[in-house]
């Protein structure tokens, strides 16, 4: 059987056991921990009181870019496409072309009709050079006519006191006077046909006109027919790279139909949804630092560029109504815009729709608190006089 002799250091009172607190050792450890502890609190408190509550951050942030949608002005067939896709493109190249022969056709369909319109003036101009002379002869035998009938009354003047004193028959003298009365008509008529002829000079001067201005619609029909065959050829609206491309060769595109859209992805930024309890500090220009999920460990520089004159809830399809029903209060989200200076090969790895991480530094606004509470106040008391 074992030996069961009892310690005597175990079996002394719990009271007379020394404490660890009596060991200098565990003492001086105690003391440097604490000591510890409290610089850290301190520190950190001094850090968070100059610089920590002063940066506001959130991940709700995505990198953005201006894309444009390329979507052809007219409709027919795809007659060929130039760029693959991701492809990277420069402003001005072109993209694809629509089969132009339709509107080639129209276009020569309008230079035809400017032909005929000129045509017609010409026609025109050459009626008026023959009514000219016809004026020139109507106006010759209305001088006929006045001199004729000058002539016929004064041969009735002649005879009508021969007629009178019986040297002359009175049948001579009526005839006389018939032939004076004929005259007369025959002026009058001479005189309505060179009225006539000037009016009708008029009536076709109307028509050179009217010539002219159907040549000026078939101009603006071939202008509008050009701009057409202009428009079959699409060419890049800006620098990028082609994505989300749904266009094929010989396919039947509709106008205004997306075709393909240009990114450009020298131009990215950030939109940062921040709480509105973020917001008091944020101003435009403060720094900004980005961080990619995409790039573990980058960090790029930025700068807070503007911010979104109202939520997001705002400006949604359906903006909330909280006056009907009960209510529940939730922390609204104002879009920030940050520009971005990112490095060449940083930049070629972001693309628009990846998430970031951003905080911003507003130590820069940090009076600006303290301002406005007192700017309020003051405004208050004079509303109050």
């Known amino acids: 059987m074992a030996d069961q002799t009892p310690d005597p250091i175990a079996t002394q009172p719990a009271e007379e056991r020394p404490s660890p607190l009596k060991n ?64 990277a493109v420069k402003a001005g190249e072109p993209l694809l072309r629509i089969d132009p022969r339709d509107y080639d056709a129209q276009a020569a369909q309008s230079r035809a009709q400017i032909d005929v319109a000129k045509a017609n003036a010409a026609g025109v101009q050459a009626q008026i050079s023959e009514q000219q ?72 001067l109307a028509q050179v006109k009217q010539a002219l201005a159907q040549g000026e619609g078939a101009r603006a029909q071939l202008a509008a027919a050009n701009t057409n065959v202009g428009a ?57 630092s980005v961080r990619v999920d995409a790039l573990p460990g980058v960090e790029i520089p930025g700068r807070v560029a503007s911010v979104s004159p109202g939520t997001g809830a705002q400006f949604s399809v359906l903006p909330p109504q909280n006056a009907t029903g009960n209510f529940t209060k939730i922390v609204q989200r104002v879009p920030v815009r940050i520009a971005i200076s990112p490095g060449p090969e940083t930049r070629a790895l972001l693309v628009p729709g990846l998430s970031v991480e951003v905080t911003v530094d507003t130590r820069s606004a940090k009076d600006a608190a303290s301002r406005i509470r007192r700017e309020q106040e003051q405004h208050n008391e004079r509303i109050g006089k």
Do not use: C
């Not at 001094?46 to 444009?68: L, P, W």
């Not at 002539?151 to 049948?171: D, I, M, V």
């Not at 990028?240 to 450009?264: D, E, I, S, Y």
């Open 133 to 204: 002379a016809a004026i020139v002869r109507a106006r010759a035998d209305l001088a006929a006519a006045r001199t004729a009938a000058a002539f016929a009354h004064s041969e009735a003047a002649r005879y009508q006191p021969l007629a009178a004193s019986g040297a002359e028959t009175r049948e001579r003298l009526s005839q006389l006077r018939n032939d004076a009365v004929q005259a007369d008509a025959k002026v009058a008529a001479a005189g309505a046909a060179l009225v006539s002829a000037e009016r009708r000079v008029g009536t076709l």
């Open 232 to 288: 079959t050829l699409i060419r890049a609206a800006i620098d990028g790279r082609v994505g989300n491309k749904t266009v094929r060769q010989g396919q039947f595109v509709q106008a205004a139909t997306r075709l393909m859209t240009l990114v450009p992805v020298r131009d990215l930024y950030i939109d940062a949804n921040f709480k509105e309890t973020q917001l008091g500090l944020v101003r435009v220009g403060q720094p900004v």
């Open 24 to 87: 200098p050792r565990v003492r001086l450890i105690l003391i440097i921990v604490i000591a510890g502890a409290l610089i850290g609190g301190i520190a950190w408190f001094i850090r968070y009181e100059s610089f920590g509550k002063f940066q506001q951050s959130t991940n709700d942030a995505y990198v953005q870019a201006d894309a444009v949608t390329v979507s052809p002005k007219i409709s027919g067939y795809v007659d060929k496409v130039f760029v693959a896709d991701n492809q």
